[in-house]
């Protein structure tokens, strides 16, 4: 989870005023040696939605969402559902409102791209759409004996309730995808759950343990550690509130210990979290990460060979023969890694947030083009028309013509915007679907001034 911290705190303080994207968040839970339960979380701030008069004389928002997984480039699942939100009147409206929610897949262990896609269906133009890359665990006797730490913003026990999303092993939990507290609201609530401690432990208890430290792993010391004795169970759930209520503004890190009676450390998880404190705001420095600490935090730093591969390919648009040359060159891992993550980094369009716009976008413009582009023998961003739209994104207009006894089927992409204006051609001259282009008025792409002439039949 990646966000520009200090816009967050500068909205949640009221001291400017900006269209607030969506929140996003998962975690992951046993469910069988073979599939892993993933939660993904999610809340739509309501301010940022159209609000148009109904019937009745209230007012109502409305919102598709459409909710993407794939593997490498491929779509592993998809599926779209519409949330609204009524109110009285306009000035029921306010940052604090959200519409919320949980949903839930079995996924088998491995590496996903997650997408999240939202439409304001009162102006279709309001869109927004966030990445997460998802590293999928498998949960076994052997590994894995805590789960990934689910913050929410209330916890309570409830009786058993399937019509409501937020009901779980006995509990409503409320999620915080934002993972953001405040002066205002400084209970933080964490959920997360171990397994498997009776084959780890000796003895009828163990210990857990809750700090709060930097994002360097050093002690909070505003924040007294809580220790928690419990009875060892084959599966327990771990459940409680910390006030962060002393915490000055910055970025910090929720620490989950497992302890044995001697008080030594087997297990741990922690999750980053934001806390926003007016009355101790810091001067930005704590909000800007240096290199090392950026690259740490970084998808890149938990790559394998595998996923850097497929994600290298994934740049031969636009890098250069002399990084692609180096890039080969290496077979050390961490040095893959770090390579890939400079690379992507220089692409860069505004380093000084902690997430790199370029390549979310870039990302978002290859699964586009793999459902607008896929041809018989390959997919959508490998064809001539995924890679202009890649790099040159949406056109300002197309001219279509479809296969006719006189001339193939051939399309005209005008980008009004690029060196005055320019075009590129595309053609299906082997009438496989299969538009490879022939023309274009761009410097450095192909020119084929007789392009007219071959495109006749």
Not at 10 to 16: F, N, P, S, T, V
């Amino acid at each position: 989870m990646k966000k520009i911290s200090l816009l967050i705190f500068l909205l949640l303080a009221g001291q400017i005023a900006a269209q607030v994207s969506v929140e996003l968040d998962h975690a992951t839970f046993r469910y069988n040696e073979q599939e892993t339960m993933t939660e993904i979380y999610y809340a739509i701030p309501t301010a940022g939605l159209k609000f148009v008069e109904i019937p009745s004389g209230k007012i109502k928002a409305r919102v598709m969402v459409r909710l993407s997984f794939f593997v490498e480039s491929d779509l592993w699942q998809e599926e779209s559902w519409k949330m609204e939100k009524i109110l009285n009147d306009t000035s029921e409206i306010n940052y604090a409102d959200r519409m919320m929610d949980v949903v839930r897949y079995l996924m088998k262990p491995g590496e996903y791209t997650l997408s999240l896609f939202l439409q304001d269906l009162n102006d279709t133009r309001n869109t927004h759409n966030v990445d997460q890359h998802l590293k999928i665990p498998a949960y076994s006797a052997q590994s894995n004996y805590l789960s990934d730490i689910q913050f929410a913003g209330s916890i309570r026990q409830v009786q058993m309730d399937t019509s409501n999303v937020f009901w779980k092993n006995g509990f409503e939990i409320t999620p915080n995808p934002a993972a953001i507290y405040s002066t205002n609201s400084p209970m933080l609530f964490y959920y997360l759950e171990s397994y498997h401690l009776d084959q780890q432990l000796a003895g009828d208890v163990y210990k857990n343990r809750v700090q709060i430290t930097t994002t360097e792993g050093k002690l909070i010391d505003a924040i007294m550690p809580k220790h928690q004795t419990k009875n060892l169970l084959s599966s327990s759930l771990e459940i409680g509130t910390l006030n962060l209520s002393a915490l000055a503004s910055g970025t910090y890190h929720f620490k989950f210990d497992i302890l044995n009676l001697s008080d030594s450390v087997l297990f741990t998880q922690k999750k980053m979290f934001y806390f926003y404190n007016p009355d101790q705001i810091n001067d930005g420095s704590n909000f800007v990460r240096d290199p090392e600490t950026a690259f740490l935090q970084s998808d890149f730093a938990e790559m394998t060979m595998k996923h850097l591969d497929t994600d290298f390919k994934l740049t031969q648009y636009f890098s250069s023969h002399e990084e692609k040359e180096f890039y080969e060159k290496l077979d050390d891992l961490p040095a893959k890694r770090r390579f890939l993550y400079k690379l992507w980094k220089r692409r860069d369009t505004n380093p000084a947030t902690e997430i790199n716009e370029y390549r979310i976008e870039y990302l978002r413009r290859i699964k586009e083009a793999n459902k607008r582009y896929r041809s018989y023998f390959m997919k959508g961003w490998r064809t001539d028309r995924g890679r202009v739209f890649l790099l040159y994104g949406e056109p300002s207009d197309v001219e279509r013509y479809p296969n006719n006894p006189t001339s193939f089927a051939h399309e005209i992409w005008h980008y009004e915007n690029i060196e005055g204006g320019v075009k590129f051609v595309f053609v299906d001259l082997q009438e496989f679907g299969e538009y490879r282009q022939i023309h274009s008025t761009k410097q450095g792409e192909t020119t084929q001034q007789d392009w007219e002439r071959i495109i006749q039949k």
